[in-house]
């Protein structure tokens, strides 16, 4: 149905003097959603999740990548072959075809037939001065999709499809509970029979019993009319209820993604499994890993893998700068390991993969503390080799690897290292 | 053993241009010394009041037709409350104000010191415009000047012999407090004892650094006359009158006093698990993270040993990871501290990780209360039962909602509220206001369906 | 599923408007006023004969000289039982006794038309090039936002005058200079009030399902954005008045072109008040102000009916 390939959005901050750094909101995702599918994009806020609901459903155009809409399975694979085969030719050709940041306006706005959203906020998705029936009608009025008169007629079936009165076409969005109003969102959303919809926590702002109204009408109309739904969310325990696939993302991009059943019961990337436990569930006390520290900032986000400052098993080449060990190996060279080294001892990052800390030549002493340490301190793991130079040990570290989607024997595919096909397991450093 | 806190058949109702509000409609709850209840329920049902009522901290257009806050054996709602009585329908939001102001004032002592809140919006409750470390000093100036005092003066006795002695003590007896605190009397060094256990008590320093540290504890640069002062505050709790007025030494004292706040907030903020104290310190709340934020609101409503903390939503604002971290956090402090804690939240999940008992609320009503795993294994009230199997669980249990609306709380159904959405409702029930009945081991429910027949 | 308190949701929102404004009671003073004189402007505009006036647009009836030729160079009287205002006299032409109420009411309509057709074209005019520029963006916000800035750098006493002498000094013109000066506010405002409304996520679900610029503009964003842009009319026709009547009374206007307008009025009667006549001056003075103070206070009330806080 929709497949978006190497998706970017770098939003750019303006700085004082037009500087060139951006936000990078999302960052080389990889999403497919099929026909009659519905797909979970699971994340923590900043995670980018949606914004990339709005490129999808071009309210926002993307910095970088590929949206290839209403595509038939054969074209696809066609699309991917050729890719892999970097067959600049065929890729256009097909793209040409099927993309959707290559449409016209015009042709955009019969596209959008075919796709709508709602929205998380029940009182702001509506326009407060429009009738109900006008909220409902506008897509179909907007995209052609029907006459006015059958229009206001669809709107009343949609009220009684969402489970409205159809009296309340003349009310106004101020005059409903909230659950109510989510309820005009999703009629107004599938009132020109789109193939797509994108739902944006749809059930976030709602009580829990209204929320599990709204839930069971998303299940009962995505059964009746085989719409494929993108369901963006941070609550787990809705994706697990209404989703075939799940997609994780965090900072931006995409962590591990697979069947529901799979990665919620089974979770294989280090923040899936911290995300799962961290949900409190009732009558299970689990044993929980919590994560240190918090989601980074995007504008410069940390190197390769972006979860590796928090992430408890990482290891040499997950991304481990020289700003980060330094940071971490001076709090212990000043705290737990005073009694060696004392005050004279200053450490200083230089560069991307060394460090020097001056005033001490113990490079023994120092490798041996970095193997105690480095279970609990994962940056101490990047350190590669350790030599005295000039009067002041030299610390160096491993070249980080950017990860990429790595299948897992299970058929889903893990962004993380430890998965990588041709890794040998994480050794002892230095 | 008595509750902590007995809220007794309390009521509220808010005056607005759109009609009476009636927020409350009897309340009854108590809160057991050193346990954590949470208080759960949707939109509406008046937890958020409840906790606003306890800390006095209603708008002026809420009047208390009823009811009682006990704490300490004294009534804090009583004068609004007789103010309403008094004047019955003509209830005047201006006159009212100036009830509350009288209520604020007997209510400064107990505030932040013996009773203190956290809020949901840590953003909003942090002053944007002032260092961390300020408002934590703050909070203790404001309530506890002393202990301030009592610092700076111990660390102005304390001769580089005298800690020696201190950090042989703490060898000896593995930092053991009673002996230190004997040891602090009998040298003078009242006020030293948590600094030193502080220092001691770091796992993520050497001892020969933790030697360093205590012995850096010595000679606050203090002159005389500040001295003289801090003296007499650490004597009688407040600056003596004379030197108030004189606003050039309150000054100097209030400054010196801010900065021990400083110090002390650095201790707090690092018990609760904040790296790098020193320099959150000297930050403002716009550089933390979310979860760093709600920390140093905790830490704010810990500073001064209350007996009683309310978290207003504690987790609601923040990520499901750092939720996780507040989550553990909140049950490290419970033990290590002697309050009692009233949770209120509307993810059942959150309280059952946390709370001892959890009370259920509806239009203004505790339907229920009851220990943790019984209120969630075995729900009495229907409207409990109805709520739990509405929580989506990740084995995509199916998931009903419940039919109906929440009422209008100007216009709250007679008998029980929940009646008109009941699916076991009976002629008691339209008519009489169910009351709390006993069930089972320590359980109320008010619904008539578990009269004793 | 709709209860009896939602069916009378709407019918409950007016009457609540009507609450609210009724609770502030110098709003109420302002509104009674402002009654007053609206219901001066509309029966001289109509029947002017009921209030005994004639000839509403002249400040001076034709052949007034010859039937009342007493009035020849008759000083002003101060104010009686039958002249309740006192008469005027229009030194220059040396006509007198002219009923300074009757004067004062054909005034006030003139002024009242006059403020609003300058405030309804200004705000006109300025909001929809605010709305559209706050939405479109880029450049145009720039062109519209400079092009505001300059407007503001000039005072607007100094621009009506200047505008007044290239395009000449009548009546019309004044109200067309203080249309120019006027719209730059509204732009702003309504710019303003678009850019945080077009944040609002009906805005984006109305892109989503395909409503093109124009629509979201007209459809979505002009409705949300006109209430407080009413309010802000009622309040600056107050304000307008006390302008441009202050224009004519520092003599915009040319001083043999008789308009029964109060500032110019209140011109005239400068010279004459000197001389011992104080009501030539204080009785227009007076009347601009009341009118421009009851306004504000009726705006302040219709301010607290907009703002959902205060409402409740």
Known sequence: MIAAYGLSKFFPIRGAFRSTTSLKAVDDVGLKIQNEQVVGLVGESGSGKSTVGRCLIRLLKPTEGEILFDIPDSELVEYEKARAEDATKRVDAIADRFSLLRRSSSELRSLRRLANIVFQDPYSSLNPRMRLADIITEPMLSTRFCTRAEAEIRARELLREVGL??????????????????????????????????????????????????????????????????????????????????????????????????????????????????????????TRTILRGDPPNLV????????????????????????????????????????????????????????TIQGTTDAERIRELVGLENEEVRSLKSVEAIDVSDGSTVVRLHEPVEPEMYPAPDGRQVKCLLFRPDVSPPTGNA | MSDALAIRDLQVHFHTRRGLYKALNGVNLGLRRGEVLGIAGESGCGKTTLGLAVMSLLPRNASIPGGKVIFD??????????????????????????????????????????????????????????????????????????????????????TPALLK???????????????????????????????????????????????????????????RAELKIIEVVARTGSIPPQYARVPVLSRIVRRVLIKEGYRKARELLTSLGIHHAERVVKMYPHELSGGMRQRVVIAIAL????????????????????????????????????????????????????????????????????????????????????LISAIPTLEAKPVEGIKGDVPDMRAVPVGCAFHPRCPFAFEKCHEIIPIDLPHGNDQLVACWLYEAK | ???????????????????????????????????????????????????????????????????????????????SLSHPFGTFEYGQQGIGCLDLLQLVMKAIRIDIAIAFFIVLVGAAIGTLLGVVSGYVGKWLDEVLMRVTDVFFSVPFLILALAVGYVIGRTLFNMALALIIIWWPLYARYGRSLTLTTKEATFIESARASGSGRLKIMFRHLLPNVLPPILVQISLDVGTVILIFSTLAFIGFLPSNVLVPELGAIANFGLDLAPLGFWWTVVVPGGVITSFALAVNLMGDGLRDVIDPRRRS
Not at chain 1, 252 to 268: A, S
Not at chain 1, 326 to 337: I, N, Q, S
Not at chain 3, 1 to 7: D, P
């Open chain 2, 303 to 386: 500073a001064n040993n209350p007996e009683i903390v309310i978290m207003d939503e504690p987790t609601s604002a923040v990520d499901v990871t750092v939720q996780a971290q507040i989550l553990e956090l909140v049950k490290r402090i419970r033990t290590s501290v002697s309050a009692s804690f009233i949770v209120i939240s509307h993810d059942l999940a959150v309280l059952a990780e946390v709370c001892d008992r959890i009370a259920i609320m509806y239009a203004g009503r505790v339907v229920e209360v009851a220990p943790t795993d019984q209120i969630l294994q075995k729900p009495l009230h229907p409207y409990t039962q109805l």
């Open chain 2, 165 to 223: 002695e201190l950090m042989a003590l703490l060898v000896a007896t593995h930092g053991d407090e009673a002996s230190l605190r004997k040891f602090a009397a009998e040298h003078g060094l009242a006020g030293i004892e948590e600094q030193a256990l502080f220092i001691w008590n770091r796992g993520d320093i050497h001892i020969s650094r933790k030697e360093k540290a205590i012995r850096a504890l010595s000679g606050a640069p203090v002159n």
């Open chain 3, 1 to 79: 599923m709709a209860t009896v308190l939602e069916h009378k949701a709407r019918f409950d929102e007016l009457k609540l408007s009507a609450r609210v404004f009724f609770a502030n009671k110098t709003a109420v003073a302002g509104l009674v006023i402002f009654l007053v004189f609206m219901g001066d402007a509309l029966i001289v505009q109509i029947a002017p004969g009921v209030l005994g006036v004639t000839y509403p647009n002249d400040v001076i009836p034709p052949q007034f000289t010859q039937t009342n030729p007493e009035c020849d160079n008759m000083p002003p009287e101060p104010p």
């Open chain 1, 165 to 286: 009165p159809e009296f309340f076409e003349d009310r106004y969005p101020h005059e409903l509970s909230g659950g109510q109003r989510q309820r005009v969102a999703i009629a107004r959303a599938i009132s020109t029979n789109p193939k797509l919809l994108i739902l944006d926590e749809p059930t976030s702002a709602l009580d829990v019993s209204v929320q599990a109204q709204i839930l069971n009408l998303l299940r009962g109309l995505q059964e009746k009319y085989g719409i494929s739904m993108l369901l963006i969310t941070h609550n787990i325990a809705v994706v697990a209820y209404l989703a075939e696939y799940v997609y994780v993302m965090y900072a931006g991009k995409i962590m591990e993604w697979g069947e529901k059943g799979k990665v919620l019961r089974d979770p294989q990337h280090p923040y899936t499994k911290a995300l799962m436990s961290s949900v409190p569930v009732i009558g299970e006390t689990m």
């Open chain 2, 73 to 158: 054996k004294k009534d804090l709602v009583n004068l609004p409350r007789e103010y309403s009585e008094r004047v019955g329908d003509r209830f005047n939001p201006k006159e009212n104000e100036r009830v509350l102001r009288r209520v604020g004032k007997a209510m400064t002592r107990i505030r932040g010191r013996r009773i203190s809140m956290v809020f949901q919006e840590p953003m909003t409750s942090l002053n944007p415009v002032l260092p961390i470390g300020f408002q934590v000093a703050e909070a203790i100036y404001v309530h506890d000047p002393a202990l301030l005092a009592r610092r700076v003066l111990s660390r102005s006795k304390a």
């Open chain 1, 300 to 355: 410069s986000p940390p190197i390769a893998c972006r979860f590796h400052p928090r992430c408890p098993v990482a290891f040499e080449v997950c991304g481990w700068s020289a700003e980060e060990v330094a940071e971490d190996l001076e709090y212990l060279l000043a705290g737990k390991y005073y009694e060696g080294f004392g005050d004279a001892v200053s450490v200083i990052a230089e560069g991307e993969r060394t460090i």
